[in-house]
C-alpha cells in the first residue's frame, strides 16, 4: 500500500515525536527532583536537624536531578540530530524517485546486436583463461627466415664442392 504525500498527517514521524516527549519528561522529572532535593538540604542546614539519612537522600537526589537534566539535554541534541537526518533521507528518497521515473528505456536486447558483434562478443568466452597458472615448457621461439640466394653474394654457410 502506498502512502498518500498529500495527507497532513503523512509527514508526521511518530519514533521522533517520541523522542522528544521522553526528552522533555526526563527534563521535567530532573529539574523536579534537583529542585525539591535542594529544597530538603536547605531546610536541613536550617533547622540543624540530626536527621542524617534525609540529608544523604536529598544530596542523592540533587546527583539524581542533576544527571538526569543532563541526559535530557543531550537526548535533546540527539533527538535533533536523529530528525535531521531523517528529514535528509527522506529529501534524498524524493530526488532519487524522480531520477528513477524519468529515466528513459533504451530497450535493449539480444536482436539489436549483428552476428558480427556476437561472434566477438562470444569468442571471448571459448578461449582459455589468461589467468592459468605458468607450465615449465619452453617458450617458442620465431622460426628464422630462410633467405635464398643465388651467385656471388657471401652467405654464412659453407661452401661444399659438388
Known amino acids: 500500500m502506498s502512502q498518500n504525500s498529500s495527507r497532513p498527517l503523512s509527514k508526521f514521524n511518530l519514533v521522533l515525536a517520541l523522542l522528544w516527549l ?21 531546610e536541613f542546614y536550617t533547622s540543624q536537624s540530626a536527621d542524617y539519612g534525609a540529608y544523604f537522600t ?16 543531550l537526548g535533546f541534541i540527539v533527538t535533533l540530530a536523529a530528525m535531521v537526518v531523517s528529514r535528509s533521507i527522506a529529501k534524498n528518497a524524493v530526488a532519487a524517485a524522480a531520477v528513477i521515473g ?9 536482436t539489436d ?11 571471448p568466452a571459448t578461449v582459455a583463461p589468461t589467468t592459468a597458472a605458468p607450465t615449465s615448457a619452453a617458450p617458442t621461439a620465431a622460426a628464422p627466415t630462410v633467405e635464398h640466394t643465388t651467385g656471388d653474394e657471401p652467405t654464412d654457410e659453407p661452401k661444399t664442392a659438388r
Open 22 to 42: 521522553v526528552d522533555v519528561v526526563v527534563t521535567v522529572a530532573g529539574y523536579l527532583i534537583l529542585t525539591s532535593s535542594n529544597a530538603t538540604q536547605a
Open 102 to 110: 524519468d529515466e528513459p528505456d533504451f530497450g535493449f536486447d539480444d
Open 58 to 73: 536529598a544530596q542523592s537526589g540533587s546527583g539524581l536531578g542533576a544527571t538526569l537534566i543532563g541526559t535530557g539535554i
Open 113 to 123: 546486436f549483428d552476428t558480427d558483434e556476437k561472434a566477438a562478443v562470444q569468442a
